[in-house]
């Protein structure tokens, strides 16, 4: 599935491989100066200020490499689920939902059909929608994740009945 996960953009002008291998470049070099900023910021302080700055790297750069990659490329989907961690961080809900609309369609296309990955996210969307008033999304998201967690860790896992409990709830 490489090039499923690599996807460039379909223009009527395709950027030349040289492009593609920068841009290549510039997100390696930019999921790694996030990692170091995410690092060095939550060590010194866990104010608003320094993450309002990760969710800028994390637009910035989802902004020049969406020139070039698809929004399925796996450089886009890094940066848009760092983007989503920050907004969930900083209770930004809205935010968080858009990122986690934005990462679920390919997770499901890159992910085998029974991850815990895409049980995670459907998890989270699931919990965004609830928390945002939107019970027939939420539920909706809830139940896939349910779904796919029931194949991975059985019918009976305890996060299992925690989160149909948590259905029973709302």
């Known amino acids: 599935q490489d090039k499923a996960k690599l996807e460039i953009c379909k223009l009527n002008d395709p950027p030349s491989a040289e492009t593609v291998k920068d841009m290549i470049k510039y997100a390696r070099n930019v999921i790694e100066e996030f990692r170091r900023a995410k690092h060095y910021k939550y060590i010194l302080c866990l104010t608003l200020t320094p993450l309002v700055e990760l969710l800028e790297i994390c637009e910035l750069s989802l902004d020049k490499m969406g020139a070039v990659f698809e929004d399925s490329n796996v450089y886009m989907l890094h940066m848009m689920y760092q983007a989503m961690g920050v907004c969930l961080y900083v209770q930004d809900w809205e935010g968080a939902l858009c990122y986690g ?70």
């Open 101 to 170: 609309q934005k990462i679920i369609r390919p997770y499901s296309k890159h992910y085998p059909s029974y991850s815990l990955n895409v049980a995670s996210m459907w998890l989270k969307l699931g919990r965004l929608y609830m928390a945002l008033k939107n019970r027939t999304a939420g539920v909706k998201a809830l139940k896939r994740a349910i779904a796919i967690m029931e194949v991975a860790h059985g019918k009976d896992h305890p996060y299992i009945s925690e989160i149909k409990k948590e259905l029973e709830d709302h």
